[in-house]
């Protein structure tokens, strides 16, 4: 199965040029069946990796603009009176598909981010009092634009926490930015691309990584990440255990698809800011050039005993 990850990452870093590490934090978030949130500029790419991750995964895809006109019905569908079967029918909306790019997600009014977001928490909808299980996989890409663009809604902290990883692209390095500019002409890309992975693969490795075994003393290394954050002055967000619970799955899925049966310090260090940063900080944080409060925390804790010694 390793080889089949391999093939899925090797074929959206070939489109997604030069950021093989915040391709392999969104297939870690996907293996550990949480949601992704991308925050960034306009341009750099994050419509490209939605598209591109769901090609390479087989599964069904939609994107949906998020505008601040949008309605709730437009992305879980509306119910039509059908005169022939004098009843009510629900055409599906795009929430319906397994991977759903919800692009500019703080563009919408609060309300329509709440459609998305509460269908997020259990995988599931209801619609005219009927409950409705959404695909298998289910995976919700969203994009934010900056605060300081107008018309935005800011996603508050309880549907931030929605989100298992928020990431960055960034700007691409000159060597990288090369290959976007000489490629920028084919535009049939996305068509020459197939299939790495079966949808019965990707449900098995899925279980797999949710057997990755996870030692006690990783766990107290978290949890002394986590009551660091309680123990401050008030500036930062107390990571809560649903917190705890989405760093050890995220590990577990890094661990993975290091090739390994169990998890590492080194796997909590490498997904631990982007699965807490947006919970400690808030909303973007991560385009104003400072060393991530996350980080902070890793160099404070690994500094200290009996932490220092692993």
């Known amino acids: 199965m390793q080889q089949l990850i391999e093939q899925v990452l090797a074929q959206v870093n070939s489109v997604v040029i030069g950021k093989e590490q915040q391709v392999k ?7 550990a069946k949480g949601h992704l949130l991308i925050e960034d500029l306009p341009g750099m790419g994050k419509t490209t990796m939605a ?23 437009d992305v879980i569908g509306v119910s039509i009176f059908d005169q022939n079967k004098q009843s009510f029918t629900l055409h599906k909306g795009p929430i319906f598909n397994q991977v759903v790019l919800a692009d500019e997600i703080n563009r919408a009014s609060p309300k329509t981010q709440s459609a998305l977001l509460e269908a997020m928490e259990g995988n599931k909808i209801s619609v005219d009092g009927e409950t409705l299980q959404l695909p298998e996989p289910f995976f919700v890409i969203a994009t934010q634009n900056p605060m300081f663009h107008a018309g935005t809604y800011p996603l508050p902290e309880s549907q931030l926490d929605r989100f298992m990883m928020r990431i960055s692209l960034g700007f691409p390095d000159m060597a990288a930015e090369k290959k976007i500019l000489l490629s920028a002409g084919e535009l049939d890309v996305l068509d020459k691309l197939t299939p790495a992975l079966q949808l019965q693969q990707l449900q ?17 290394y978290v949890i002394a990440l986590f009551q660091l954050t309680r123990s401050t002055d008030g500036s930062i967000n107390a990571l809560s255990p649903r917190a705890g619970i989405a760093l050890i799955a995220a590990a577990r899925a890094w661990a993975y698809i290091e090739g390994r049966d169990h998890v590492l310090p080194d796997d909590i260090k490498s997904v631990f800011s982007a699965v807490c940063e947006h919970r400690i900080a808030g909303t973007m944080q991560l ?10 925390l890793l160099k404070k804790i690994d500094s200290a005993e009996p932490f220092a010694r692993k």
């Open 25 to 31: 934090l969104a297939m870690a978030c996907l293996l």
């Open 204 to 220: 098995k490795i899925q279980a797999q990584v949710s057997d990755i075994y996870v030692a006690e003393p990783i766990l107290e």
């Open 51 to 73: 598209h591109v991750l769901s090609i390479s995964l087989g599964l069904s895809y939609q994107r949906v603009q998020f505008t601040s006109d949008l309605l709730p019905s």
């Open 287 to 296: 385009t104003e050039g400072r060393e991530p409060i996350s980080q902070q």
